[in-house]
């Protein structure tokens, strides 16, 4: 389901939605804080008999992720890629309920996605969306748990990543990230800079924008 806009949470202004889309093309100036986009929907696929309430009334979940396709921003039809993601459990955790006073608590255990985190998910979708941009390339300035995902999701894609990183990255994770194939380039400097050197590669090569949240779509 194709959101009806992209609107920046900074300034307001909406864009029409395009599945190359990255901050805020007005307040991009700012480095430090780039205006992030979020998706607009029609009010009316939440009303009762919308295509929310019918999606979430029988999911199959053996599908994960992907069972809730027809509310997900991408273009029904198209190819995507999973590696089984979503649908992970809930575990009770009676012991902490108690600590804070509650009869009951679960919590959902995300460590079961495939590659042990909940970025998962959002790597699944953004890879669609490269897809849908017919990118070769994307780029992210990340240093954990997204660029392992986007790498293992680009694999599987046949898209090539590039990870740019702080030097204090640990060996352990670089070689983590590189076990899926992607490119880690460590950039020494602020958090901004390195952030600025991404939005560049994007805009110089046309490397698809993986960063989350600046992917609106993630």
């Not at 009334?57 to 590696?83: F, I, M, N, Q």
Request: one cysteine or more; glycine letters at 12%.
């Amino acid at each position: 389901m194709q959101p009806s806009g992209l609107q920046c949470v900074r300034c307001g202004k909406i864009f029409p939605p395009h599945p190359g889309a990255g901050p805020c093309l007005r307040c991009s100036g700012e480095i430090n804080r780039p205006g992030i986009l979020d998706l607009v929907f029609d009010e009316g696929i939440f009303r009762d008999g919308g295509a929310f309430k019918r999606t979430l009334s029988s999911p199959c979940r053996e599908a994960g992720l992907w069972a809730y396709e027809s509310l997900l921003p991408v273009d029904p039809g198209k190819p995507h890629v999973t590696l089984g993601e979503g649908h992970t459990p809930l575990t009770t955790v009676p012991a902490l309920a108690s600590s804070v006073g509650i009869d009951s608590l679960h919590i959902k255990n995300e460590c079961l996605n495939p590659t042990g985190s909940f970025k998962d998910r959002i790597a699944a979708m953004v890879v669609a969306k490269a897809q849908e941009a017919g990118a070769r390339t994307m780029v992210l300035v990340s240093s954990g748990n997204m660029a392992v995902s986007a790498a293992a999701y680009g694999a599987v894609a046949g898209l090539k990543t590039v990870v740019i990183v702080s030097p204090s990255v640990s060996r352990e994770r670089i070689v983590q990230i590189a076990l899926y194939g992607a490119t880690v380039v460590r950039v020494r400097g602020t958090s901004a800079d390195r952030l600025g050197l991404c939005l560049s590669a994007v805009e110089r090569f046309g490397w698809y924008n993986a960063n989350s949240p600046y992917n609106p779509y993630g």
